[in-house]
Structure formats: structure tokens, C-alpha cells
């Protein structure tokens, strides 16, 4: 059985591991979790843009405008990708320039995963892609 792998780059407060590998897929046996009001409202969010993603800090800004404290939503965010209903689709990169102190100008880039629903079809067209790119390697 293969599995994936997964990262989290998520730096800050929570500790949360960088990386995990994925456990393998439940055969059925066990009831179903049930539903979480934030963790659903987040799914809701990411499948607004369909397989192509949404912004993750778009989705938190919602549902933080909605009346969710800021560390509900990213631990649901968090907790949907590690059970496998929430998967990465793309990233944002955002170019941010400005000038130092020395008046001279600088820049930095800043990425922001797309996350979307977790679909049978999106996982293998990713490991599709991971084929080609080990294949050409």
C-alpha cells in the first residue's frame, strides 16, 4: 500500500510537527467522525474556487469574520489536512518591496497554499504528477 507523504511548514506558536507521513485509508470498519460545524463551514470555503483551490488565509479571514476565534479555524485547517479531507492544490506567491533602513529597496516573497476539498481525482492527478517528476529524475 503506498503512502503519502505530507508536509506543514506552519511556523509559529502551535508547535505543530513540519512533517507526517499520512496513515493509510480506514477500510470501513469504523463509524464515521462526526461532524465538526468549523471543520465543515472550512471544507465549504476551500470547494468555493472547485479543484483549483482558495487561499488559505482567504478562508480564515471568512469564517474569523464570521465570528470563529483565529485558533479554532487553523486547528481545524490543520486537523482536515492530517485526516485527509483538505489537500494543498497550488500556492500564492506574493512579491512584497519595500526600502531598508538604508533607504535601498528590498524584496521578499511570501507563499500561501491553495487548499481543496480532498477528492479522489485531485489525489491522482498529484501522484500522477509525482511519477513524471520522479520519472525524469
Given at each position: 500500500?503506498?503512502?503519502?507523504?505530507?508536509?506543514r511548514?506552519?511556523?509559529?506558536?502551535?508547535?505543530?510537527?513540519?512533517w507526517?507521513?499520512?496513515?493509510?485509508i480506514?477500510s470501513?470498519h469504523?463509524?464515521?467522525?462526526?461532524s465538526?460545524?468549523?471543520?465543515?463551514?472550512?471544507?465549504?470555503?476551500?470547494g468555493?474556487?472547485?479543484?483549483?483551490?482558495?487561499?488559505?488565509?482567504?478562508?480564515?479571514?471568512?469564517?474569523?469574520?464570521?465570528?470563529?476565534?483565529?485558533?479554532?479555524?487553523?486547528?481545524?485547517i490543520?486537523?482536515?489536512?492530517?485526516?485527509?479531507?483538505?489537500?494543498p492544490?497550488?500556492?500564492v506567491?506574493?512579491?512584497?518591496?519595500r526600502?531598508?533602513a538604508?533607504g535601498e529597496?528590498?524584496?521578499?516573497?511570501?507563499?500561501?497554499?491553495?487548499l481543496?476539498?480532498?477528492?479522489?481525482d485531485?489525489?491522482?492527478?498529484?501522484?500522477?504528477?509525482?511519477?513524471?517528476?520522479?520519472?525524469?529524475?
Open positions: 500500500m503506498r503512502k503519502h507523504v505530507s508536509s511548514t506552519r511556523a509559529g506558536r502551535h508547535g505543530w510537527p513540519f507526517r507521513v499520512a496513515r493509510p480506514d470501513g469504523a463509524a464515521p467522525p462526526m465538526d460545524p468549523i471543520q465543515d463551514a472550512i471544507v465549504e470555503q476551500a468555493q474556487a472547485g479543484p483549483r483551490g482558495v487561499p488559505m488565509g482567504q478562508i480564515v479571514d471568512a469564517l474569523v469574520g464570521s465570528g470563529h476565534t483565529l485558533d479554532a479555524v487553523e486547528q481545524g490543520w486537523a482536515l489536512l492530517g485526516r485527509r479531507r483538505l489537500t492544490s497550488g500556492f506567491c506574493r512579491i512584497v518591496r526600502r531598508d538604508f529597496p528590498v524584496q521578499a516573497r511570501s507563499y500561501e497554499l491553495l481543496a476539498p480532498w477528492s479522489a485531485l489525489d491522482q492527478h498529484h501522484d500522477h504528477d509525482h511519477d513524471l517528476a520522479d520519472a525524469a529524475q
